[in-house]
């Protein structure tokens, strides 16, 4: 599996596209700590929230609709297309659809740009049929925010998504109305949208967007309840505000692993120079293949003074700014060495160990 650079990571770029349902007849509706979220699930961004996406993946950043199929995703298992997805904007995890997981395990995403990320089921719920993934590695920049608009207005014009031959495309949508259907185990979810038209069986997950490419509903699958024999499987809108309570009941470990660079430090000052010297290395770590260097007598430490250009005076400081990066990205570690030299090394973060400390 590769992963693209575009993913803020060091990657290589992977092949195209793995072929979603092409050819739907009709469609939709559409160390440190982690460089995730904190802890605790936010609610669905709101509208205006964040600064405007990069225009790098498919998509023409100055058209709503362009810019949010640039947060659109899919879900496979070795290659296979499983599901759409959506990312979260300013957050960089997932929603999609949980019944078209199967066992949930083996799970990768495959973001616009072609990059493949391994990622987690970090949260779920059967009966709303959502689940949330958590991306393992890096973290994709660009994402859509929540819709308060009325789905149901007169004249609006919906759209949800397909991927075609490798592109995720928009398709034309409409909610027929609100109903209770049955969710997972029989029980009863109330207020749903009623999607008419039929959807691909690996197009459930994808976001439901108004004009303004803001997310209204996650299009789920659930049951048409019947007087007799067995209920009729149909898809469903999942409304924002079943969207926001799912993501407030987001268990606290649902986040990216966390980046580890590998060193134990102090504050020091050499000279007019204010930094983190170096009193240990963790070996195999990224610090130790960044050729950080400590001593036992303190005479070859090296004396750590910016990460990406932002100076790291204290201990401290060091572990914001790891803590901001997210694994598999590089990062640029400005190094006053002992012989007074500076110089410049590059460290690719990894995932914090299970039993090892330090930034």
């Not at 409409?174 to 959807?199: C, M, N, S």
Request: aromatic residues 4%; charged residues 20%; proline residues 10%.
């Amino acid at each position: 599996m590769s992963h693209s650079a575009r993913y803020t990571t060091s990657v290589t770029r992977s092949s195209t596209l793995a072929g979603l349902l092409v050819g739907v007849t009709t469609l939709l509706v559409v160390g440190g700590a982690s460089g995730g979220p904190p802890p605790g699930a936010p609610p669905l961004p709101s509208p205006g929230k964040g600064a405007p996406p990069p225009a790098a993946a498919p998509g023409n950043p100055q058209d709503p609709i362009g810019r949010a199929a640039r947060g659109v995703v899919t879900i496979e298992r070795g290659g296979e297309q499983l599901a759409l997805g959506a990312v979260l904007r300013n957050d960089g995890r997932v929603l999609t659809a949980l019944s078209a997981l199967g066992d949930g395990n083996s799970l990768a995403v495959r973001f616009p740009d072609g990059s493949v990320v391994p990622a987690r089921v970090g949260h779920r719920d059967r009966v709303w049929d959502l689940a949330l993934l958590v991306p393992q590695v890096g973290r994709w920049p660009e994402g859509l925010n929540a819709s308060d608009t009325d789905a149901l207005r007169q004249g609006a014009q919906l759209r949800a998504f397909t991927n075609a031959r490798g592109r995720i495309l928009p398709a034309t949508v409409v909610f027929k109305g609100r109903r209770d259907l049955l969710g997972a185990d029989d029980q009863v979810i109330r207020g749903v949208y009623e999607v008419p038209t039929k959807v691909g069986p690996k197009e459930f997950g994808s976001p439901v967007i108004d004009e303004a490419g803001g997310v209204i509903a996650i299009l789920g699958r659930a049951c048409v309840p019947a007087e007799k024999g067995p209920c009729t499987p149909t898809a469903f809108g999942v409304p924002v505000e079943a969207l926001r309570q799912f993501l407030r009941t987001t268990p606290v470990s649902a986040v990216p692993p966390a980046p580890w660079l590998g060193i134990q430090g102090k504050a020091e000052k050499a000279g007019n120079v204010q930094g983190v010297r170096v009193l240990s290395v963790s070996p195999d770590s990224p610090a130790a293949e960044a050729g950080l260097k400590a001593s036992a007598d303190g005479k070859s430490n090296d004396l750590v003074v910016a990460v990406d250009n932002q100076p790291v005076a204290t201990p401290e400081a060091l572990t914001a700014v790891i803590r901001s990066k997210s694994v598999g990205e590089k990062i640029k570690i400005l190094v006053l060495g002992p012989d007074g030299r500076f110089r410049e090394s590059l460290a690719t973060l990894r995932p914090v160990p299970s039993q090892q400390g330090g930034k």
